[in-house]
């Protein structure tokens, strides 16, 4: 079994309708062949990343930015998880008012200083969150599920 870790932030909910539709995707490929676990960024630690075989990042775009919650993921695991995680395939999903370009610079700049290994451009949902939204949200967590599966990142 491969180990899927989806944590997410967001306070008016659409990020986790993003964050839903993506572990249902997941979930539709691959549930045979990958463990999931979905967390609040709040709720995710150390121990989950370093469970974690793939990695999803789901975050809102605040202030051209991602939401603390999810930076405060990355300040609490940063340190110990160092040199422990170099390769991880990961993957980002923002919902944003009309940008997200902000939030998902700041990410992937993060997770260089990680060494994890980017396996999908940045999925950004601008405004409201439509079907076609989800069905995005769905493909890429069935994308990375199935890569995980078949073990090619
Ligand atoms: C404090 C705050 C700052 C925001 N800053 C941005 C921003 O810089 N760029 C943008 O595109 N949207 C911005 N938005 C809009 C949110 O990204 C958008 O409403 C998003 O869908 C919220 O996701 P959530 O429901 O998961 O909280 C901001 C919203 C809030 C509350």
């Not at 993506?22 to 676990?37: H, S, T």
């Not at 793939?54 to 695991?77: C, H, Q, S, W």
């Amino acid at each position: 079994m491969k180990h899927l870790l989806v944590i997410f932030g967001g306070q008016s909910g659409k990020t986790r309708q993003l964050c839903e539709a993506v572990c249902a995707g997941a979930v539709a490929e691959a549930q045979d062949e990958v463990e999931l676990r979905c967390l609040p960024a709040a709720s995710a630690g150390l121990d989950d990343l370093l469970w974690a075989q793939g990695l999803l990042i789901g975050t809102p775009e605040n202030f051209g930015y991602m939401a603390g919650i999810v930076k405060d993921f990355f300040d609490r695991t940063f340190y110990p998880a160092q040199d422990r995680v170099k390769g991880l395939p990961y993957a980002i999903f923002i919902s944003a008012g009309n940008d997200g370009s902000g939030a998902a610079r700041a990410i992937e700049r993060i997770a260089i200083g990680y060494g994890f290994k980017p396996v999908a451009e940045p999925l950004i949902v601008k405004g409201e969150v439509t079907e076609a939204a989800l069905t995005r949200c769905r493909e890429l967590g069935a994308a990375m599920a199935a890569g995980l599966a078949a073990g090619v990142f």
